[in-house]
């Protein structure tokens, strides 16, 4: 079966201070790879997708980046963190052939920005 | 432009009866729709989707309905359990390659009483 991980599940940072959420996918090949932010009282936002080793694509111009240095991890990281980066962190992924969407969701970062 | 729209933002209903969530898209290209459970401080996990070709699907004690012409759709829970409390959100995609994007409402927080 399946199973998406990431890490650190909590984190509290200093502004201007260096970030790195890793998630790794077991249990399929070729996934496309999600990262989504979910900051208080509001939605889920698209941050990055990867449709493959070294594919990036930004959905919104912000403070983050986005790498995919292998077919199941994929890092979301930041040189100088912003207080409005804090927020839950969430990665996905979906099966690339799948004509739905469907979306399967790791357990969440929280990251506070101090 | 928010194109997949949840206008109640909380719900609260009593254990037994039934929950109603509804959602709105304005987007005519969508044609798969889901709808997805978010506990506190965890990822969202899938519930229940439907095709645009449908107008209900029915998985248990969960139902959704789509009417197209009204660009609407709603999620039944019959009978609420107060385990079903956690935002509800709703999502819809379009066929674009082999990478559908879900584009996602800001969810409903449902609350079931005992």
């Known amino acids: 079966s399946q199973t998406i991980h990431q890490w650190p599940a909590t984190l509290v940072q200093p502004v201007g201070s260096p970030l790195s959420l890793e998630c790794t996918v077991e249990?399929?090949?070729?996934?496309?790879l999600y990262w989504y932010r979910q900051a208080a009282g509001r939605g889920l936002q698209l941050l990055f997708y990867s449709v493959g080793i070294g594919q990036i694509s930004s959905e919104v111009p912000q403070n983050l980046s986005a790498s995919r240095p292998q077919d199941r991890q994929f890092i979301l990281s930041s040189k100088k963190l912003l207080l409005s980066d804090s927020g839950f962190y969430l990665c996905?992924?979906?099966?690339?052939?799948?004509?739905?969407?469907?979306?399967?969701f790791g357990e969440g970062s929280r990251l506070t920005v101090l | 432009d928010q194109q997949v729209k949840q206008n109640s933002p909380s719900l609260s209903v009593q254990e037994g009866r039934i929950s109603i969530l509804n959602c709105d898209y304005t987007?005519?290209?969508?044609?798969?729709f889901l709808w997805y459970k978010k506990y506190p401080a965890e990822g969202p996990t899938f519930l229940i989707s439907i095709s645009s070709i449908k107008d209900k699907n029915e998985d248990g004690r969960f139902t959704v309905f789509l009417n197209k012409s009204a660009k609407h759709l709603s999620l039944h829970i019959v009978p609420s359990q107060p385990g079903d409390s956690a935002v509800y959100f709703c999502a819809a995609s379009a066929s674009a390659g082999n990478n559908r994007k879900l584009i996602w409402g800001l969810g409903t927080s449902l609350a079931v009483n005992p």
């Open positions: 987007n005519s290209m969508f044609d798969y």
């Open positions: 996905a992924w979906s099966v690339r052939a799948l004509n739905t969407g469907e979306l399967f």
């Open positions: 249990g399929t090949s070729n996934p496309n």
